[in-house]
């Protein structure tokens, strides 16, 4: 493709040339024309635009006159650099996208394995958590006879403290009494 791009390239190279030289030609055919013969007036003076013209061809011509031979090689060598060039750029530019989608794509991967992992454990956490509630649900008949105990031993230590007021009182009125 990049063969056809040149060919057609260069043709059009070719004929822009081969365009640029008739059409200097007639430029200077045209200001030939114009130009009065010596020691003869115009009654009117020549247009800017017949001037910038005449000016503009006769430029043109004597610059494709002196590099008629080497520009269209010139040209053609310089197309083909520049082809090349581009194509160096344009395959530059090409690699390091992919390379981008290359990073993204092994950035998803390890992304997807630490996802996986994650999923993992979160499925061990809750496995565990459902295996400890079912404990604790199999072990609640054994805490509520446990807090029933506790509630046992408090009104026990309440009845004992009772009691021991209750001795020291009757021990102090035997006391009194054996005063006596």
Known sequence: MMMIMMADEERNISAATADDAKTSQDAANTTDTNESPKGQQD???????????????????????STAGTQPEELRGLCRDMFEKMTLYLNGELTVVCDDYKLLESMNKVSAAKY????????????????????????????DQIDQIEDSVASLEQAAYRLDAYSKRLEAKFKQLEKR
Do not use: C, F
Request: glycine share 6%; charged share 20%; no cysteine.
């Open 116 to 143: 996986a992992e994650m999923r993992g454990v979160a499925a061990g956490v809750s496995k565990a958590m459902i295996d400890l509630n079912e404990k604790y649900a199999s072990l609640q008949p054994y805490l």
């Open 43 to 65: 009654d009117h003076p020549p247009s800017v635009d017949s001037i910038s013209t005449a000016t503009n061809s006769s430029v043109g011509a004597a610059t494709l006159d």
